[in-house]
């Protein structure tokens, strides 16, 4: 009975993670997006 209030807390935890985890590849594709426009603006120009 006692340990039914540490499934719940781990379960938590994880759940948030997800959350985390979306915020770092977003991260991670904007600055691909920034460098690949960064690119292809200087192609242009050439």
């Given at each position: 009975m006692l340990s039914i209030?540490?499934?719940y807390s781990v379960?938590?935890?994880m759940c948030s993670r997800a959350v985390?985890?979306?915020v770092i590849l977003m991260?991670?594709?904007f600055e691909h997006f920034k460098q690949l426009s960064r690119l292809a603006t200087?192609?242009?120009?050439?």
């Amino acid at each position: 009975m006692l340990s039914i209030p540490r499934f719940y807390s781990v379960a938590g935890t994880m759940c948030s993670r997800a959350v985390l985890i979306q915020v770092i590849l977003m991260s991670i594709n904007f600055e691909h997006f920034k460098q690949l426009s960064r690119l292809a603006t200087e192609k242009i120009k050439t």
